[in-house]
């Protein structure tokens, strides 16, 4: 008998060495340690032998089931190991490989344009102010002396979103960004009714109009409006701080000059002309021969105006200007076409 375990042993792991994966190994299992392999049929022969012979017997078929199960341990554990080595080998990753270049966004031409005008207005100490696109004919028009019927609404003309039950104060979409002007001041003024505080703000956004589109003029484009309030400003300081803008924003050469003009919320009002910087002055084809470009309206603040919004006349004064970045964008860049911004052709917006 101990012959025959010692040949069970010997088989049994002569057919381990064979074995090459998971499921030859079950197989192997079944066959040499299952319930009706050979080794088991020998324990239970065991019973059939004498006192004496039966714990020595049964002490070495233990040590042979034993030995099995720890080659069978070592042989399942060297089959996983080969095959995770196989696996790492086949689908191994390289990561020295460049990766794909992501492509990288950038700003629109105008935001661009519109953060260096608040970069340089910042350092001048003007707050930016945010006001609503969607008015009413009342903040529009009517509050900047522009009264029903007024000729001045010609040059603004736009689109009505809701009249319908609003009687004098239909809803539109803003010509232009005054209106800014009554509601910061309402705000501000509201803080301290009796003596309201200084105003220094910039209030850039989006302005509707109804327009012949040309490559001059779209019926959606930016301003930036300017609003200053105390006691005691005057005409000097706006020109100042407008020329001051223009070296900031153009060069420490460049030449502004200021056209009477009106406007029925400012007085006096006048046109803000920056030399054309293509031409130098002597005229060109951008400047239209003229040697100038218009950037702007501006004025000191009608004294209705100031009253609309909270601030007395008799004791404060104001100047107001409003500023076309996108005429500011295309003097810096020379874009001949005011249509390029809005049409989202990236053979254009790529360029900045
Ligand atoms: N709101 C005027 C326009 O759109 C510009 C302007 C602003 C003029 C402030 C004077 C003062 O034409």
Not at 262 to 268: A, G, I, K, L, Y
Not at 289 to 294: F, I, R, S, Y
Not at 320 to 339: C, K, N, S, T, V
């Amino acid at each position: 008998m101990l012959d025959k375990l010692k040949e069970i042993e010997t088989t049994a792991l002569a057919a381990l060495e064979k074995v090459q994966d998971e499921s030859a190994l079950e197989a192997w299992r079944v066959t040499y340690l299952g319930r009706s392999s050979a080794l088991m049929n020998l324990f239970g022969a065991l019973g059939a032998l004498s006192k004496e012979e039966r714990p020595r017997l049964g002490q070495a078929a233990n040590q042979v089931k034993k030995a099995l199960e720890a080659a069978f341990a070592d042989r399942a554990a060297a089959l996983k190991a080969a095959a995770l080595q196989r696996s790492l080998a086949g689908e191994r990753l390289d990561v020295t490989l460049p990766g794909r270049p992501l492509p990288r966004g950038r700003l629109h031409p105008d935001t661009q344009t519109l953060r260096e005008i608040y970069r340089v207005f910042g350092e001048m100490g003007f707050q930016v102010y945010r006001a609503r696109e969607v008015e009413t004919d009342e903040y529009n028009y009517q509050l900047l002396n522009f009264p029903i019927g007024h000729p001045a609404r010609d040059m603004q003309d736009t689109y009505f979103l809701e009249a319908e039950g609003r009687g004098d104060n239909p809803l539109l979409l803003r010509t232009h960004t005054s209106p800014g002007q009554i509601r910061s001041m309402r705000e501000f003024s509201a803080m301290n009714p009796a003596d309201p505080p200084p105003v220094r703000i910039i209030l850039p956004g989006m302005c509707y109009r109804y327009e012949q589109v040309t490559t001059r003029h779209e019926t959606q484009f930016d301003q930036v409006e300017g609003l200053a309030v105390g006691p005691g400003i005057t005409f000097s300081d706006l020109k100042g701080t407008l020329a001051d803008f223009a070296r900031r924003m153009f060069g420490q050469s460049v030449r502004t000059r200021f056209r009477a003009s009106h406007f029925p919320f400012t007085e006096p009002s006048a046109e803000f002309d920056v030399e054309c910087f293509l031409c130098g002055g002597t005229g060109c084809g951008v400047c239209k021969g003229a040697g100038w470009l218009e950037i702007g309206g501006c004025g000191m603040v009608h004294p209705v105006v100031l009253q609309n919004g909270g601030y007395d006349p008799a004791r404060y004064t104001g100047f107001a200007f409003g500023l076309g970045p996108q005429r500011i964008a295309m003097l810096r860049h020379r874009i001949e076409d005011i249509r390029y911004f809005w049409q989202n052709d990236l053979r254009f917006l790529e360029q900045f």
